[in-house]
């Protein structure tokens, strides 16, 4: 499997996990967040069925491999990312959650992007997490 595959697919478990988590926290199915990204796509039919919760975790492990896709290839091109993977993670981290929660959800939801105190902190965690995983699988070196 390749590095920039197996990045993606650890990135992608992160968060995975996390939203999947943060539904069951309150009080919804986990199946929940994936319904919401598939609604991106099918838009209200997502509310129904078994089809729209596997396109959502497709479409997220697709985001995901564009994130580590991203990140390898900045790494190969600035060198102070590859010499420094664990201080541009977190870095990088926080470049997936601005880009997330100040484009992308506004521009599918339509609202705005508010601080909401111990749950942006949480979810700003969890995307240094994402970032984390990506840089820990495309920096490992290859067994010899």
Request: hydrophobic share 55%.
């Amino acid at each position: 499997m390749s590095r920039l595959l197996m990045a993606g697919l650890a990135g992608g478990a992160v968060d995975f996990f996390y939203a999947s988590g943060m539904a069951l926290s309150r009080g919804n199915p986990p199946m929940r967040p994936w319904r919401m990204v598939a609604s991106g796509w099918i838009g209200r039919d997502a509310a129904e069925g078994a089809f729209p919760i596997v396109l959502g975790v497709v479409t997220h492990f697709g985001i995901a491999l564009c994130m580590a896709a991203a990140y390898i290839h900045l790494a190969m091109r600035v060198p102070v990312v590859a010499a420094r993977p664990w201080a541009t993670a977190t870095m990088y981290g926080l470049i997936l959650y601005a880009v997330m929660y100040l484009g992308v959800l506004p521009l599918r939801f339509g609202n705005p992007w508010q601080w909401r105190g111990t749950l942006s902190i949480l979810d700003l965690f969890a995307h240094i997490g994402v970032a984390l995983a990506i840089v820990a699988i495309a920096t490992r070196r290859r067994p010899q």
